[in-house]
């Protein structure tokens, strides 16, 4: 039976450490608020005071937590994985970080002794609940063989894109199509809106063209409703607007609606929209057209 | 048996009005280059030499021509349907046009006993040859309701979306999301190979979750090859990015991206890529970048 | 003595109409609302009850109204100058219109007998009180000089810029480059305050450097008070984005942030900051920051 | 006879040394390049092998390095002004470099036992050399009294803008205006091209009015000749660009404008403009516009 020791065990963690006991795995998991770990528990999986505890005898670690700093400090810190975990254990980091820190990560991995995947996730909530996450892998062609069966338990389109770091592009371009494709859909409605058009109908037949998009489908609720309950938040695609725009400026690359997509993100946070779903990008084209709540 | 006039047979409008002869209309065609009506006379339709003698008889006046001034001249000209089709003929255009043009058009066509349709498409040359297109319909319920089995014939997803003007408001919006979702696509494919990601690999897996579109499956084709033959061509789309802003601006709605989009595809023109489909707006992102060819 | 026949004697004509009189000219004023002729005739003018008794008899047509089709229907309507002065007469058009109206219009100038300058016209309500404006000429050589003697009674800056549509150019070129100065302005007043910098001593040290700018110089009183009284408002700046964006897209030249600030100044119609002078952009900037009235 | 360490002897901080020398101070003068500080010695100064050697003695310490890691290195780095330089010393940081930066480093100088103040400049290579410069300083209002006769000695507009920080804010918030202005300059000169007007007459009448600023100027030269010899170069405000989006990101401040004028900037250096002076935002405007060496 393979141990995954599982750091992280928030709103996405939480789901995949559970599907992995469905999947037969032997689960261990950690959360800083250990109350977190409870549903595992129940879910007859087990948990651990510290990362040292969860990583000790693991075969496979996982990880899934908001930020860069966050998986620095769990692989490379003093209480981290590391300094505790067995030689030779592989890694994989399903967190969205700054693909940069995800390559140095994995020389220090490699250094150290152990392999480490960077597989960010797509696909949210539901799509952790429902074990449907598409997963952006990067890393050696082995290491990701090794980790199909984790993936598998977890995925629906899973894809090795590359080496390190690799994974992370991927989701920082993801990230870049999915604000684009939202503020287009938010100008959209609002013009239709200041038209009079139908918005139902409206949708229902930009659905079925060129427009149509997972963005309409799985957003246009949200937009004729006017309301925006996470979902994903502002705050974290803010986050992630900063990575895809430092990263693209790192290689050279121009973005011109990539950046102007992160002002508008940054503006919904700056207002404080942060904690509302990323559609809520919509309630920016109304402001800046006097048209809030139309 | 139901007559059709059919004005402007061109790459959308010649495989239209076959379609229409297979439904069993009896369609008389017209287009300025006469050569064109050609293979409709061959699927069982009839030439006719002028659009008086194309809409004399005709109980149903379709039309598919490029622009404003185009639809104007055919409806409003000497030789037009006003002037020679008979008093109630349900005139339908196809066309994508002004939104202020088909409405004002819809007020002469009532004054001068006629019912008009704004049915601009969307689906591009694959959607006309499959009798595959999104319609979105402008116009009165039950002129609607009569234009239908010609909809049907010639359409797959055909949504009324409101009164006159309102189908060309909704096919504006369209251009919008469609414009901006390319663009978005093409910032992402650029920033993905500099960093040397596997692309097909990327977009198998961007495809999968919430990056997703109908743009994304339709173009990846073109952005992987790097040949964007036609399709629907920039200058055409640079038409199309004009007309939603200038709508957005008389109704005081902002559109961000909207305008910068409008620029960048200003610009794949001025450089001399009008007649590229309009998926090269990533070689506009690939000039930015100083990654031309790459 | 020379009879100059001036049509539109508001905020901007009103005082440059004055200032012909002090110069020894007999002016001979017109406005639709005949009070706002008084001021003329107590400075030694007189006032005409129609156009045509105002160009009757003139040696000299100036001409300061708001739009495009205002100057069309001065010109060419069926009361218009066109039809009512001598023929030969010099027309000097003040006003700010599109350029492609102003060379249309410079044509039919000619075709009936007139010579037309288009010399829009910088530095607001104090250029046009202290006969201090900047003038910018389109037209014929020969025109210019005969027209110098007007001109140096109201500007100080006079450039004859090219032939007719030339001086409207320029004008849309200053438009664009007040706009963006206002709004680079705007951006860096909001960056300094939420730093806490003294914003008092930064605009200072600012103005010393490469930052300097008319637009700083004229407009730190406004964003350093919040207050924002007119001056050169909001909505003709909104009109004149519209002006130097459609000409731009129609000669093939690419603006982007032209195009972004044109949407920027719509926000600011839009949220009914028209009334307000233009340095109010600098409202947008906060509210999108989250910073209103700071 | 005060006793001046200067650390970085380039094109700005040599001059600037030199005119310290001329005031009167005994300057001890430091180059990476030894070579550099020859000018320096020939004026009156002193060379140092080490930063070491020409900061032991000095009563004052003058940097002048490229960037926020050059800067640390001076200061902390082992070598650096913190081991070597007498406790009490009066640090001035002339450099440009990120506020945040400024702000951690003046407070390793406190602990340390040293008064920092941070002092950047603008006037370019003119200003350094005529003592013309203006000088943004933050820090202790008695550190910037007792700098005074250094700042008077090499600058013509010196203000004390806030605490530590503030003077990097400023300057960035200088860059921000300068490189919109530019860029805003740039777009209206290819308009004006594109229209055919006489460009030279053009900018003499918007240099009279409310479109006047130093950036059209200083920079119309360039512009008119098409060739842009550094003055300041693409690199270094791109270098500059990142400094502002990056404050204005974590205070919170969106920059619409900023952000575009910065992948504006971005694409510049991506094309190979890298060297050129900053005005050459004019080529990217003429490369989307199909315009190049018009």
Request: no cysteine.
């Amino acid at each position: 039976m393979t141990t995954v020791g599982f750091i992280g065990l928030g709103i996405m963690g939480g789901p995949m450490a559970g599907h992995l006991v469905k999947a037969g795995f032997d689960v261990v998991g950690y959360n800083r608020t250990a109350a977190k770990a409870q549903p595992l528990v129940e879910a007859g999986g087990r948990g651990a005071p510290s990362i040292a505890d969860a990583v000790r005898d693991a075969d496979i670690v996982a990880i899934m937590v908001p930020d860069s700093p966050d998986v620095r400090a769990v692989l490379a810190g003093e209480d981290g994985v590391f300094a505790h975990a067995k030689p030779g254990t592989l890694v994989i980091d399903f967190s969205s970080i700054r693909p940069d820190v995800t390559t140095e990560l994995a020389e220090q991995a490699r250094a150290a002794g152990f392999r480490l995947l960077d597989a960010p996730v797509s696909g949210g909530e539901a799509g952790a609940k429902n074990a449907a996450l598409s997963i952006m892998v990067g890393g050696a062609a082995e290491d990701f063989a090794a980790a199909r069966p984790v993936f598998d338990a977890v995925g629906k389109t899973v894809v090795h894109v590359g080496p390190n770091g690799a994974g992370q592009t991927v989701k920082a371009a993801n990230q870049l199509i999915v604000a684009s494709n939202i503020q287009a859909l938010a100008e959209a409605v609002t013009f239709l809106r200041a038209y009079g058009v139908d918005l139902e109908s409206a949708l229902e037949v930009l659905g079925g063209g060129l427009a149509g998009s997972a963005v309409l489908n799985q957003k246009k609720g949200n937009m004729l409703s006017g309301e925006f309950p996470p979902g994903f938040r502002i705050e974290l695609h803010h986050k992630d607007m900063g990575i895809v725009n430092s990263a693209a400026r790192e290689a050279g690359v121009v973005l011109p609606v990539g950046a102007l997509v992160a002002q508008l993100m940054a503006s919904a946070l700056a207002v404080g929209d942060g904690g509302l779903d990323h559609s809520a990008l919509l309630r920016g084209v109304e402001r800046l057209s006097g048209r809030e709540g139309t």
